[in-house]
């Protein structure tokens, strides 16, 4: 079997695409195909004519014939298999099976033609493979893709955080009185704090950097809030104090406001929104800190869990760090809690609770932050009913638009808050038309995002759902999508029921207050 050449032509002879597969001049396969209309009987069906030279081989579509010019020698029922092929790829890469459609998509069918006839000979393919071999889809390239893209998303996520760092220490710079303040409580807090030898080592004490304790890498961020709290309790006027950090808080709103959408970064349920938060009045403050790294397959399934838990202190006075803290844990047994090496393990695990241990010494004040870490706990394997919140997004290609619809579905576990679910699209000229939402919206023309955001997540509204068109666009330009929440709630279940004093002759309770949050550090459908 040789086939000379593949051609599409209307019935008046006119020819719209053509391919050659042997070596032959212009002037005679346009003679070959100029004959063709002269030789279609009117008002017969037919499957082939054969002339002197050539065998016309073809199949009426609609108002064209898929034309096959082939030898005499050739087998006429391999013939008409290479034709049937070929009519099956023609509607699969042309829109409409008219003049238009085919000079629209003439290269997609040629293409198309050269995957199924080499050198004048069949090969042995199914319109299956036709198209995987056209489109050359590589399921590396997509991951690898998606892997930078995560990174890039990462790196501006840091880039932002930074700013925000670099304003607050600007705020506090500016503020009136602040270099007085500082100068007059950091020598008191530096020798204080040096005098505690709590660790053996010169830097595995709860204020080092390589210790237990959230203190974060940045020396400039931690020293303020350090100084400011300190400042304002030894200070004689305790009510300048109070007024200095209420007026930081002020401005640093304030600046964050006039940035525009950089307010919107602040306000989300990251491990930055406390900075900003008013120095403690309580002797005691606990929080306890949970953070979520997961990803969710778009088809089902939990790809990775990773939950990271925190139990914190901060001691308002130096007098009232001679305690012990008593708790109680959820008994989750896929939990795995580690002490601070200066914990004594023995009583936690035996009476759960936490104490130096050296208990003629107190623990360290004038922490920045959530204050000095007593208790870390991981969990690593989640089951899908597990997770807190499930994405579906179904997008679908219908004419000359892309339909998606994005479904959640929240676990009865925990209520959240502040739930910002980002979705990635392809580039735009307009934002995208929303036909219906549960929450609100926000297009993003520079990042090509689309936020949903639902300010409480709780009985009443366990799920869900947004649809929204763009133009044709492929699947996989949605994800991955990203989500940012916090819950009041802990996978932990850990509660802090009370303080043991160890001076003063085991008085009353002391007060403190704890803080309990949930927190959606890198949440992605992938």
Known sequence: MVVLAASIVVKSGKVLISRQYVDMSRIRI????????????????????????????????????????TTKQSNILEDLATLTLLSKLVPEYSMSLDEEGIVRAAFELIFAF??????????????????????????????????????INDTKDVMKRKANEIDKSKIEKN??????????????????????????????????????????????????????????????PKSSGMKLGKSGKNQLMESLKAEGEDIIEDVKPTGQSR?????????FTLTVEE?????????????????????????????????????ETGGNPEILFKTHPNINRDMFNNENILGLKR????????????????????????????????????????????YVSLEYEASAMFDLTNVIISVPLPALRDAPSVR?????????????VLEWSILLIDNSNRSGSMEFVVPPADSSSFFPISVQFAATSTYSGLKVTGMIPLRGGGGATPRFVQRTQLIAQNYQVV
């Open 436 to 448: 219906q939402c549960d929450g609100d919206w926000r297009y993003d023309p520079r990042n090509s």
């Open 175 to 236: 503020k009136p009185g602040f270099s007085s303040m500082s100068s007059m409580g950091s020598g008191r807090l530096e020798s204080s704090f040096n005098d505690l030898s709590i660790s053996s080592g010169g830097g595995g004490g709860f204020g080092s950097g390589s210790g237990f304790g959230m203190i974060s890498d940045v020396e400039p961020i931690n020293t303020k809030p350090k100084d400011r709290s300190r400042s304002s309790v030894t200070a004689p």
């Open 275 to 283: 900075a900003a938060a008013p120095p403690p009045t309580d002797p």
């Open 30 to 69: 346009e003679g070959l195909l100029a004959a063709f209309p002269k030789l279609v009987g009117m008002g017969k069906q037919h499957t082939y004519i054969e002339t002197e030279n050539v065998r016309y081989v073809y199949q009426p579509i609609e108002s064209l014939f898929l034309l096959l010019v």
């Open 114 to 151: 050269d995957e199924v006839i080499s050198l004048g000979h069949k090969e042995s393919v199914t319109v299956a493979q036709v198209k995987q071999y056209c489109e050359m889809e590589s399921h590396e390239e997509k991951l690898h893709k998606l892997v930078m893209q995560s990174k």
């Open 291 to 327: 953070k979520l790294n997961v990803a969710l397959r778009r088809d089902g399934g939990v790809s990775s869990f990773d939950m990271q838990g925190t139990l914190s202190l901060q001691i308002l006075n130096q007098e009232d760090g001679f305690v012990q803290v008593q708790i």
């Open 359 to 402: 208990p003629d010494q107190p623990f360290p004040t004038g922490q920045g932050g959530d204050g000095v870490g007593l208790l870390r706990w991981r969990m690593q394997r989640a089951e899908e009913s597990m997770v807190p919140l499930t994405i579906n997004c179904w997008p679908s290609v219908s004419g000359n638009e892309t």
